[in-house]
């Protein structure tokens, strides 16, 4: 994976987008987040990219996807990503503060790549998003598209 | 009723006891006369034979001693005839010439016999003769004696023939003798009046005389004929002595003559039995042989035969009549003996079968009849006892019947044969039902009072079609009756009878438990309608709070993110914060510790609605698995594990595991900080399940709380001396109890706690 390629974070808490992007800020990788606040434009990012500009603009990384969300929720973004071929290889983490086992259950069932409960200290949250980041942009080897 | 064969026994035993007399009497009747008849026909036909015999022999006995005598009169015959024939010769063959009486008076000096000389010629004419009579008698007539005359003549011979007589005593015997003259133109013939004193003894050979001795031996002969060969009767009788014998004679004598043979002829008529014999006596051939032998002639009276022969019949024909009236009357008295008291029997029989259970049979002379009568007597016992149960079951039905609060009916077709009061009461109106009324008539009436005409009277009189009377049936019948709704319960069922089929109705008012039914069912509904709020109303509820657990792992716990994000923004951009470091620890414990509890409680709450997934558990694994972790985490006292072999579990393997760990870390976290802890497990069978227990060396506690701890937020410590939200054991127990199973504990402070739990 390309070090360029970017971040995609889909929150509409803007508290929590401002963790996000303070820990991202911390770890030293904020130019490289796209933030949406709500599904429907990150779809319509993604699928745009996707077909108006295939090949110039590469598909994101790694989505951090939000579940309680306004309109649409987390899973529903998911579900539609999963059922685009274009967006069904993006790696999809779901940053969540819900711990319900319904909640894990459904997301993987969607097709989720990570699970990840936000965690309460700003350090371990911060590790947390590194090691994702590092593990997806780093460790794991995708097939080129 | 049975077919009655009309032969009583009197006349059966009568019919076949004189039939066996009758055929006994008959046959020895038969038998004998047979046998008296065969004899009596036996005796007659050999005293026949005998007569026959008798003369036949004598006969030729007579006819022998004849021929001796007449042999003596051949030489001096012979002799003569030589004379004869010499004078002939002389004479040179003219008989005229020869002195015929010179000739007689040489013979008889010569010979001492007076004879006769006779010259018959060719022709058969007698042509010279000393017996003057004769002369010129023709031979020729008698075809036989001339052709023998003949064969004579052209022969040399001397031929004497036999002397010849009549039967009759007395009459003339003479003797003749032939021989042909030397030229054969003639036959000398000579004859002899045979008057010697042997012609008397010849006399007492008499035939007449034999026939009369025969007769008079022999009764039954009426008369004895003697016939020669030429039909000519010989024994002086005058309807023979003309020699006209009837045609049927003549041929009857012919085959007997001709058969050598004898012949019978019965003339039952005229009680005459004739019988023709031949009697040979032609010894020799002589020329007059034809003439000598003979046929007997005897004519039986059988008069006498007959009437022995009737008479027998007669005598025996009176035995069998009157042996057979005499079997008619002993089969009579015999028969009468025997059915007399048979009949008695049966007519008091009769008298039970009509109903006269107390008479008693008087006893009979014959052991059969009363074995009969013992036989009748234990059968009158056995009905009367039965007729005693069935009226005590009768009168035990009768007074069920009667008081029975069901209305009961008997139906026999379309007739009520029986009604109890609760029938009457409930059915009658206007007009009183009572047995005999028919169905039909009383079924509008019924139909009005109970308002339901075409529903009850149209079920009561139509079910119990034939093909269905064996069956019973069972409706339910709402119905108004006297202005009320009644709930009517009716069953047919069969009524087996001599007569038929009966049916029997009963109705039972079950209004009152079908109203009592009517309220439950109307209870329930409403019952089932509040179940259904409730269920609804929890379900709201069971909404609500998932959605306020998910609102407390969601919402409540952003907040606090944010205020740890804000903390570390206000640790990292205040220019000094050596001053509140305290407090920042202080906020940093409290943040920690309210996550922790919403991450409990969530978990406390997730745990009753997780489907259980049961397999089977090795609890040694487990546990050691479990050891394993909490070890690396061991920052307190020292901790020594026991684990004795622990039996295999089923059940939620994440639950279990969850379980445990909560309960072995439990028991590390409450370790005595002064000494030596020890926390050791086991398990054993108890009852039929697996107990497992865990033991500690803890810090324990105050046993009266033994029972509270597993409540949620139940604290034993204060919070802050040791950790944890005080949900762990809530979860334990629940994830227990879930399984089936129980769990309870048992503590000293200062010594260790012992929690005891099986999963059922």
Redesign the interface.
């Known amino acids: 994976m390309n070090q360029s390629l970017e971040l995609v974070l889909i929150e509409d808490?803007p508290?929590?987008i401002?963790?996000f992007l303070?820990v991202v800020e911390w770890i030293g990788m904020n130019d490289k987040v796209r933030v949406f606040s709500d599904g429907r434009a990150a779809l319509d990012y993604l699928q745009k990219r996707e077909t108006k500009q295939e090949g110039k603009n590469p598909l994101p990384g790694v989505i951090f996807l939000d579940l309680?969300m306004p309109l649409m929720n987390g899973n529903e973004v998911l579900q539609i990503l999963r059922s685009d071929p274009h967006t069904a290889r993006i790696p999809v983490v779901i940053l969540?503060?819900?711990?319900?086992?319904d909640d894990i259950r459904q997301s993987y069932a969607f097709g989720s790549n990570s699970y990840v409960v936000?965690?309460?200290?700003?350090?371990k949250?911060a590790d947390t998003i590194r090691d994702i980041v590092n593990y997806w942009r780093n460790i794991n080897v995708r097939p080129v598209t | 009723m049975a077919k009655y064969s009309e032969l009583t026994i009197n006349s059966a035993l009568m019919i076949s006891i004189t039939i066996f007399c009758i055929v006994v009497i008959i046959t020895m009747t038969f038998v004998s006369y047979t046998e008296t008849d065969r004899n009596l026909k036996s005796i007659y036909k050999k005293e026949q034979l005998s007569a026959e015999d008798l003369f036949n022999k004598s006969s030729i006995y007579i006819h022998r001693a004849y021929k001796l005598w007449d042999r003596t009169y051949n030489p001096p015959m012979e002799m003569s005839m030589q004379v004869v024939s010499g004078a002939y010769n002389r004479s040179g063959g003219d008989p005229a010439s020869m002195n015929l009486s010179g000739i007689q008076q040489a013979i008889r000096s010569l010979t001492g016999f007076s004879m006769n000389i006779y010259l018959i010629d060719k022709d058969g004419i007698i042509t010279k003769t000393t017996d003057e009579p004769q002369q010129g008698l023709d031979f020729s007539r008698y075809p036989e004696f001339f052709s023998r005359l003949n064969d004579i003549r052209n022969k040399t011979a001397f031929v004497p023939d036999e002397i010849v007589t009549g039967f009759v005593k007395g009459s003339p015997h003479k003797k003749f003798a032939y021989q042909p003259t030397g030229d054969h133109r003639y036959v000398i013939e000579l004859g002899i009046d045979v008057e010697d004193e042997l012609r008397n003894n010849r006399n007492a050979l008499s035939y007449e005389d034999l026939v009369m001795h025969v007769m008079k031996e022999y009764p039954s002969i009426n008369r004895i004929h003697m016939i020669n060969s030429l039909f000519v009767p010989d024994i002086g009788k005058e309807d023979y002595q003309n020699e006209t014998l009837d045609p049927f004679t003549r041929a009857t004598v012919s085959w007997v003559f001709d058969h050598k043979s004898r012949v019978e002829i019965a003339d039952p008529d005229n009680h005459t039995l004739t019988t023709y014999f031949y009697i040979p006596h032609n010894i020799d051939q002589s020329p007059a042989s034809a003439y000598q032998d003979l046929i007997g002639k005897i004519i039986f009276d059988t008069r006498v035969g007959d009437e022995d022969i009737a008479h027998n019949l007669m005598v025996h024909l009176i035995l069998g009549i009157s042996g057979s009236l005499a079997a008619i009357l002993v089969g009579w008295i015999v028969s009468r003996r025997l059915s007399t008291p048979i009949n008695r029997i049966v007519d008091e029989i009769d008298l039970i079968a009509c109903g006269d259970l107390n008479r008693d049979i008087s006893p009979s002379s014959h052991p059969e009849l009363n074995r009969i009568a013992d036989a009748i007597r234990s059968m009158v016992q056995h009905i009367r006892s039965m007729i005693q149960d069935l009226e005590e079951s009768e009168s035990r039905y009768r007074s069920l019947f009667k008081s029975s609060s069901d209305a009961i009916l008997i139906i026999d077709g379309e007739v009520i044969r029986d009604i109890n009061p609760a029938a009457v009461s409930l059915l009658s109106g206007e007009q009183e039902i009572m047995p005999g009324v028919n169905i039909n008539d009383i079924c509008k009436p019924i139909g009005t009072i109970i308002g339901d005409e075409a529903g009850l009277c149209a079920k009561v009189t139509s079910v119990p079609s034939p093909e269905n009377r064996v069956f019973a049936r069972e409706n339910e019948l709402s119905t108004i009756v006297n202005g009320q709704l009644r709930h009517l319960n009716i069953l047919y069922s069969p009524v087996f009878a001599r007569s038929g089929t009966m049916i029997q109705v009963r109705i039972r008012d079950i209004t009152a438990s079908y109203n009592l039914q009517e309220e439950i069912k109307n209870r329930n509904i409403i019952l089932e309608n509040q179940i259904q709020e409730r269920t609804q109303a929890l379900q709201m509820t069971i909404e609500d709070l998932n959605a306020f657990t998910y609102t407390i792992s969601h919402d409540l716990r952003a907040p606090l993110r944010r205020m740890y994000a804000d903390m570390h923004h206000l640790k990292q951009h205040l220019p000094d914060i050596s001053d509140f470091l305290l407090q920042f620890t202080r906020i940093h414990e409290n943040l920690k510790f309210m996550d922790n509890l919403i991450r409990d409680l969530l978990q406390f709450s997730q745990m009753s609605r997780q489907p259980l997934i049961k397999n089977e558990i090795n609890m040694n694994n487990l546990v050691a698995g479990i050891i394993t972790e909490i070890h690396e985490g061991l920052t307190g006292p020292d901790i020594r594990f026991q684990v004795n072999d622990l039996k295999a579990a089923y059940g939620d393997y994440t639950l279990i595991r969850q379980a445990l760990f909560n309960l072995i870390s439990n028991a590390v976290k409450f370790s005595d900080a002064n000494r030596l802890n020890e926390i050791s497990m086991g398990s054993s069978l108890a009852g039929g399940e697996v107990l497992y227990v865990i033991k500690d060396t803890g810090i324990g506690f105050n046993n009266e709380y033994a029972g509270r701890i597993f409540d949620v937020f139940y604290r034993l410590h204060q919070t802050g001396e040791y950790e944890g939200t005080g949900v762990g054991l809530a979860i334990v127990k629940r994830i227990i109890t879930r399984h089936g199973g129980w769990i309870e504990a048992d503590s000293e402070e200062g010594k260790g706690t012992i929690i005891r739990f099986s999963l059922g």
């Not at chain 1, 969540?96 to 086992?101: N, P």
């Open positions: 808490d508290h929590d401002e963790i303070n309680k969540t503060s819900s711990s319900l086992d936000k965690p309460l200290e700003f350090e949250f």
